[in-house]
């Protein structure tokens, strides 16, 4: 017959194992449940990946000239972009002054990520220095074929403009048609015109008359998203 002291020491023994395999227990699961907690952060972040490049790439229309970057079409792509969170990183590849020949010249040092979209906003000073249009398509041309090359996945976008009637209607019509036609022969989806409802309101260009204000980049925005999202 087990005395009230020999029950104690009993009980004592019992609730010690208890004890001990309630910690082994938790020991052993709470790793693995902060490793699985690992594991699917790091899979989520893996799933999202790295931004996608949108590549804005022209001359002072695209930089913002006479406004805050953040307030060019450019800049209000990224602020759209992130209010809808997706997941695409805007850079604005405009310079001021650019012709399709600079253009050309500088765009390797652009190239050195690949950009998922690439929207090509070039020739409008071409155009306004009346340089020969042959060798502004040829520009346009290069510098299509020389993304395609280097990045075959890369979408290509590429935005028309038109020009003062100060050039005589024959060169007028010849610039304008250039963008259709490019185009047509390099497969890739046209932006008719850039600056559609913009160009020529004095109301919506700074006083140059040539570049938009805050509120005309915001109608260029429209425009260019029209087109814009159909590829992202």
Same mark, same amino acid.
């Given at each position: +017959?087990?005395?009230? /002291?020999?029950? %104690?020491?009993? +009980?004592?023994? @019992?609730?010690?194992?208890?004890?001990?395999?309630?910690?082994?227990? /938790?020991?052993?699961?709470?790793?693995?449940?902060?490793?699985? %907690?690992?594991?699917? %952060?790091?899979?989520?972040?893996?799933?999202? $990946?790295? @931004?996608?490049?949108?590549?804005?790439?022209?001359?002072? #229309?695209?930089a913002g000239y006479g406004i805050d970057a953040e307030d060019a079409f450019p800049g209000l792509v990224q602020h759209t972009i992130d209010s809808l969170d997706l997941n695409y990183k805007v850079i604005n590849g405009g310079l001021s002054g650019d012709t399709s020949a600079s253009g050309l010249t500088r765009l390797d040092w652009f190239l050195e990520?690949?950009?998922?979209? /690439?929207? #090509?906003?070039?020739?409008?000073?071409? $155009? #306004?220095?009346?340089?020969?249009?042959?060798?502004? @398509?040829?520009? #346009?041309? %290069?510098i299509i074929q020389k993304v395609k090359n280097k990045y075959p996945e890369t979408i290509i976008l590429l935005a028309g403009m038109q020009i003062p009637p100060n050039m005589g209607p024959e060169y007028i019509n010849e610039f304008e048609q250039m963008y259709p036609d490019i185009s047509k022969e390099e497969n890739v989806p046209l932006i008719p015109f850039l600056l559609e409802g913009v160009a020529g309101n004095p109301d919506l260009n700074l006083p140059d008359g040539i570049h938009p204000t805050e509120e005309g980049h915001r109608i260029v925005f429209t425009t260019v998203w029209e087109h814009l999202v159909k590829l992202i």
């Amino acid at each position: +017959m087990q005395t009230p /002291f020999t029950i %104690a020491q009993t +009980m004592i023994r @019992k609730i010690s194992i208890l004890v001990i395999l309630a910690t082994a227990i /938790f020991s052993c699961s709470s790793p693995k449940e902060e490793k699985s %907690a690992e594991v699917t %952060a790091v899979q989520e972040t893996v799933d999202e $990946g790295p @931004k996608k490049l949108i590549l804005f790439y022209g001359n002072s #229309l695209t930089a913002g000239y006479g406004i805050d970057a953040e307030d060019a079409f450019p800049g209000l792509v990224q602020h759209t972009i992130d209010s809808l969170d997706l997941n695409y990183k805007v850079i604005n590849g405009g310079l001021s002054g650019d012709t399709s020949a600079s253009g050309l010249t500088r765009l390797d040092w652009f190239l050195e990520e690949e950009p998922a979209i /690439f929207v #090509l906003e070039l020739g409008a000073n071409d $155009g #306004l220095r009346g340089i020969s249009l042959s060798e502004t @398509k040829s520009n #346009l041309k %290069a510098i299509i074929q020389k993304v395609k090359n280097k990045y075959p996945e890369t979408i290509i976008l590429l935005a028309g403009m038109q020009i003062p009637p100060n050039m005589g209607p024959e060169y007028i019509n010849e610039f304008e048609q250039m963008y259709p036609d490019i185009s047509k022969e390099e497969n890739v989806p046209l932006i008719p015109f850039l600056l559609e409802g913009v160009a020529g309101n004095p109301d919506l260009n700074l006083p140059d008359g040539i570049h938009p204000t805050e509120e005309g980049h915001r109608i260029v925005f429209t425009t260019v998203w029209e087109h814009l999202v159909k590829l992202i």
